[in-house]
């Protein structure tokens, strides 16, 4: 069965340093999603990605992140300066909504857990 | 309170018992998802509710989703200690983008 893959699984990093967090989607699907969870928290939405460019982002995406499909298979989540509040699990998802009309699951990746010193 | 609150917080059930999860949210939706959790695991997707749907059923879990009262409920029946996890209800909004809102979630422990 078609499943979200992410690497690493873990990464630690110090405050300050950048991050990429890397996430294959199921091949066929169209729309692309981080979302994270801070240790004991709910899953937030961080942002939301399809025909090549962001179609909606939370209050936490922030200029520090940034969101990038750099070929066909692959979708980066990158912190440009990672502060100790980063320190989460961040997900990866992906479903094969088409635009405008019925919606489907979200299949959601393993997770990255990042832990900034 | 927010979007997407499970209750109870916490379930402890014996196994072989029935276990049901309650959600609700505030407003309007395409669909509502429920998923699993094992500790410090990845989220695994259960089911999926559409807004014009008021039950639905895979395999020993059953959804029901009223659209009147903005509230689900999850029925997991003759529960296996294997059902020990996290379960989280998911909105996706009516308007916008397929974000979902997660609730906070319920934890399970079924005990053999």
């Known amino acids: 069965e078609p499943e979200v893959t992410q690497t690493p699984s873990h990464q630690v990093t110090q405050m300050g340093q950048e991050v990429i967090l890397r996430c294959v989607p199921i091949?066929?699907?169209?729309?692309f999603y981080w979302y994270r969870q801070i240790l004991g928290q709910k899953v937030e939405f961080l942002v939301s990605?399809?025909?090549?460019?962001?179609?909606?982002k939370s209050e936490i995406f922030d200029d520090q992140f940034s969101v990038e499909r750099p070929d066909g298979s692959n979708f980066t989540l990158k912190i440009r300066s990672t502060k100790l509040e980063d320190s989460a699990m961040y997900f990866c998802?992906?479903?094969?909504?088409?635009?405008?009309?019925?919606?489907?699951?979200?299949?959601f990746g393993p997770g990255t857990r990042l832990t900034v010193t | 309170s927010q979007q997407g609150e499970e209750d109870p917080q916490a379930l402890s059930i014996q196994e072989g018992e029935n276990a049901t999860m309650n959600c609700s949210y505030k407003t309007s939706i395409n669909n509502l998802q429920w998923y699993r959790q094992n500790s410090g695991r990845g989220l695994v997707h259960l089911i999926l509710?559409?807004?014009?749907?008021r039950e639905k059923h895979s395999g020993r879990l059953r959804v029901t989703l009223d659209t009147s009262k903005k509230s689900s409920s999850l029925l997991i029946t003759a529960s296996r200690a294997a059902d020990t996890a996290s379960y989280f209800c998911a909105t996706e909004r009516s308007s916008g983008y397929s974000t979902l809102t997660f609730g906070k979630g319920t934890m399970l422990l079924v005990s053999p």
């Open positions: 990605f399809y025909n090549n460019e962001i179609s909606e």
């Open positions: 091949s066929n699907h169209l729309y």
């Open positions: 509710i559409r807004s014009n749907e």
């Open positions: 998802a992906s479903s094969g909504n088409l635009a405008g009309l019925s919606s489907y699951e979200q299949y």
